[in-house]
């Protein structure tokens, strides 16, 4: 009995071991190539390194939650697929990110990210919900007047938009 007992002990701390080696590793890896690919002038380069980078972030985001890097690599997804144009897939991560890292100090930044996609593409309802969130849950966020002018221009053709800015433009001449 002691000898089960003994080796059910070793087996588990081998266990603990060897996830513990496994996160670091694949930290050390995503931390790398993230650099490498943010550094990087080469095209080519970073077309190599896109999807190695994206697999090991979903792969460290599933297999380690509650790693406090996990959000920053969301972050890095999203950033990543957006200079790939990849909107969908960069709107995945945000979402993702808002929802299971509410409290990642780049929650606020991801959350306006959602609306400028979302307006991007011509989703104006979500566009406006993210607006409206991003006001709501961030009045004091050093972005809130950007998301405020965004929410105000949802849906607008350029057109509405030109003439919005040039009476916005006549009254600011005529405080003066």
Do not use: W
Request: charged letters at 35%.
């Amino acid at each position: 009995m002691k000898k089960i007992t003994l080796i059910s002990a070793l087996f588990f701390l081998f266990t603990i071991v060897s996830c513990s080696n496994k996160e670091k590793k694949l930290q050390t890896k995503i931390d790398a190539n993230v650099k490498e690919f943010k550094d990087s002038k080469n095209a080519a380069r970073k077309n190599e390194l896109r999807p190695l980078i994206l697999t090991d972030i979903d792969t460290f985001v599933k297999e380690f939650p509650s790693n406090e890097k996990s959000a920053l690599y969301l972050f890095s997804a999203s950033e990543i697929t957006i200079e790939s144009m990849e909107i969908d897939k960069s709107v995945a991560y945000l979402k993702m990110l808002c929802e299971k890292y509410p409290k990642f100090e780049k929650a606020p930044d991801a959350l306006l990210n959602l609306g400028i996609l979302s307006d991007s593409k011509g989703d104006v309802e979500n566009a406006k919900k993210y607006y409206s969130e991003f006001i709501d849950k961030y009045p004091t966020h050093k972005n809130i007047n950007v998301a405020k002018e965004a929410l105000a221009l949802v849906g607008k053709d350029v057109d509405e938009m030109v003439r919005q800015f040039e009476a916005k433009s006549d009254s600011l001449e005529a405080k003066k």
